[in-house]
């Protein structure tokens, strides 16, 4: 769904990265706004009481345009639509960027990367003169992924700074995972070389694009692009765990250096500022009709589910109601957001404290997403 896969930024399962919480053994603090759904708050309830999440949070757009907030937690009260690390959403944001260039001009999304960063992609079925820009965008570009680092653990880089040269040079060191345009597989390396190719058109820093052409343009005040060595999260925030051994207490990861991520994973928003992006664009309020058109043409992406489909940084599925959503969702450590929209002006976003550590978790999450949008009459 468009909810978090198991492998989203990271390389690793998340299994294997953390692991859930205790089953709550005590009433959950519960927050909501006025007129609240009750099925809505009652899902944000069952991820902390009953999968161990340490808090949640959602935010959910009706078709009139009005939102609506909630939270739940155990040991503290998470704000309501607190600040959250965003994780692959960004990918959407950096998407959009470059399709932003592609109608203005100044890239064609089916030339060859080697027409923008020349040279920059060599190696053992790699070859920059065989990948077009669309295939990065779309995950079929065959690039290997860089996040296999992170595998045995993540605790030990909370703090470390990666430039996104360091990062593409790790993927560069392995063979192609296949043949570009042969399949599709959801690769954080990819939108490594789209930041990268940002930079080389632009001649600006790839957040700078970003926070210029769409957070500003949007008016998203609750939303940014963290500088380099930004490791804290503005405030209100709830508290981000995670825990690379289950055998070991949680570790508050709030303060985190995210340029492991970049431009594939480093944003920080909240719920509600999710759904204004996102209503935005599938309104087409970023791009212009044969761009938005282009990220809307989808090819299969089982990875994220089994009717799911993925188009050019956006990804879409059918829900429970019948309707078509469109969204993306991340992961990084200590968040997790899942979040959708629909043409009919619904929107909503749903937000853990924890990364989903079992199948049984993921789904949860995915159905309250599902409700948010689906209880709407």
């Not at 468009?2 to 492998?7: E, G, H, K, L, Y």
């Not at 053994?25 to 069952?46: F, I, K, R, W, Y």
């Not at 993927?171 to 990819?190: C, E, H, M, R, S």
């Not at 979040?339 to 079992?358: K, Y």
Request: glycine letters at 10%; hydrophobic letters at 40%; a positive charge.
């Amino acid at each position: 769904m468009i909810a978090t896969s198991f492998q989203r930024w990271t390389g690793a399962s998340a299994l294997a990265l953390a692991v859930v919480c205790g089953t709550a053994t005590q009433a959950a603090a519960t927050q909501t706004t006025a007129s609240a759904s009750p099925a809505v708050q009652a899902n944000l309830m069952e991820l902390v009481l009953k999968d161990g999440f340490p808090a949640a949070l959602a935010s959910v757009r009706s078709r009139d345009g009005r939102m609506r907030d909630y939270t739940a937690g155990l040991k503290e009260q998470p704000p309501a639509d607190g600040y959250v690390r965003i994780g692959s959403n960004t990918k959407t944001f950096t998407a959009v960027t470059v399709l932003q260039l592609v109608g203005e001009g100044k890239v064609k999304l089916d030339a060859p990367v080697e027409t923008y960063l020349p040279g920059l992609l060599r190696g053992d079925g790699i070859d920059g003169r065989r990948i077009t820009v669309r295939q990065l965008l779309q995950h079929t570009s065959g690039l290997p992924e860089y996040t296999d680092f992170l595998a045995k653990g993540i605790l030990p880089y909370q703090h470390t700074h990666f430039e996104p040269r360091r990062l593409l040079d790790m993927a560069l060191a392995k063979k192609a995972q296949f043949a570009p345009g042969a399949k599709w597989q959801y690769t954080n390396t990819n939108y490594i070389v789209a930041g990268l190719l940002i930079e080389k058109v632009t001649g600006r820093p790839a957040g700078e694009e970003i926070t210029r052409r769409t957070v500003k343009k949007l008016g998203l005040t609750r939303t940014y692009f963290p500088r380099s060595g930004d490791q804290e999260i503005r405030t209100p925030h709830p508290t981000g765990y995670h825990r690379d051994d289950p055998k070991r207490p949680m570790t508050d990861v709030s303060s985190f250096d995210p340029s492991q991520a970049w431009t594939a994973g480093q944003m920080i928003s909240t719920p509600s500022d999710l759904n204004r992006f996102f209503t935005a664009l599938i309104d087409g309020k970023l791009l212009k009709p044969a761009q938005l058109k282009e990220m809307r043409t989808t090819v299969k992406a089982p990875m994220l589910g089994p009717n799911a489909q993925y188009g050019l940084g956006l990804s879409s599925v059918k829900l429970s109601c019948g309707v078509t959503a469109w969204g993306h969702g991340g992961s990084i450590p200590g968040f997790s957001t899942t979040n959708a929209a629909t043409e009919d002006g619904r929107a909503a976003a749903v937000a853990v404290t924890h990364l989903p550590t079992t199948a049984a978790g993921l789904k949860h999450v995915e159905a309250a997403l599902d409700t948010a949008i689906c209880a709407q009459f």
